[in-house]
């Protein structure tokens, strides 16, 4: 018994020393729709939310508490200076800001991030750090490198994305017509969801996969229609034409639908 209790008192004594706890810290922004939030190295599964409101709010939980015995220290971390007591630092050049993660990938922190919809996003990290991306409810401009899963909801803004090994799905409730999109995956599947009436360009190709749609991509009408098929590659034309809309996998499959 006695060393049951020992051992009971040495996790409570371990747990004590590595307490984690959620913190929040808020970036005002001036300009959302003038703007750019660029989020760099960030560890884990990581979720974007678009709000209507005016500070990018960046929650942190199961972050590790500063022992007692630092008390008057700074954390140092070897990728950076930590000014938000989160484990991320914030840069600020006119309406860009520039949020990188300093906390080594082996820490267990899991970060979820609110900014302003209209506010356009930029987001990179390496694969020792990659996970899945999940954004939502964005109607500005977003650029997203991942090694891992990206899962886009609700976004009408332009997209620039781009996984090595994982999985891609967005569904877009409106397709803006201000830049063009381009949705890539080296190995895992894509799977898009568009408006049934959304004018586009498009171009689908997959070198060892096959593709799929609810589209009607040809019509008796308009025998040019389909410009190019073969090689498992394909440019149509969609409600007469568009937005340039690519979509690329090389041994993954795309879907492509209509909402």
């Known amino acids: 018994m006695k060393l049951i209790h020992f051992g009971l008192a040495l996790g409570v004594m371990l747990l004590a020393g590595h307490a984690t706890y959620a913190q929040e810290y808020k970036i005002p922004v001036e300009n959302a729709k003038d703007g750019q939030l660029i989020l760099e190295d960030f560890v884990g599964d990581l979720p974007i939310e678009g709000y209507d409101g005016t500070e990018i709010v960046i929650t942190a939980d199961h972050f590790e508490k500063t022992p007692d015995q630092a008390k008057g220290l700074k954390p140092v971390y070897s990728s950076g200076t930590d000014n938000t007591g989160i484990g991320l630092s914030v840069n600020k050049d006119g309406g860009r800001i520039t949020v990188q993660c300093i906390v080594p990938f082996t820490k267990d922190v899991t970060y979820h991030i609110k900014m302003p919809k209209s506010l356009s996003l930029k987001f990179s990290r390496g694969c020792e750090r990659s996970s899945t991306i999940t954004v939502s409810n964005l109607s500005g401009e977003v650029d997203i490198k991942n090694c891992q899963d990206i899962e886009l909801k609700n976004v009408t803004g332009p997209l620039v994305l781009n996984t090595i090994s994982g999985n ?60 190019r098929v073969g090689g498992n590659k394909i440019h149509s034309k969609l409600n007469g034409g568009g937005v340039e809309l690519k979509v690329t996998s090389i041994s993954g499959h795309i879907y492509l639908r209509k909402s």
């Open 168 to 227: 891609i799905k967005v569904v877009f409730t409106e397709v803006s017509k201000e830049k063009p999109i381009s949705i890539a995956s080296i190995s895992g599947d894509v799977d898009v969801t568009l408006p049934a009436k959304t004018p586009a360009e498009l171009e689908m190709s997959t070198i060892s996969g096959n593709m799929y749609t609810d589209f009607d991509l040809s019509s008796d009408e308009d025998k040019d229609n389909i410009r």
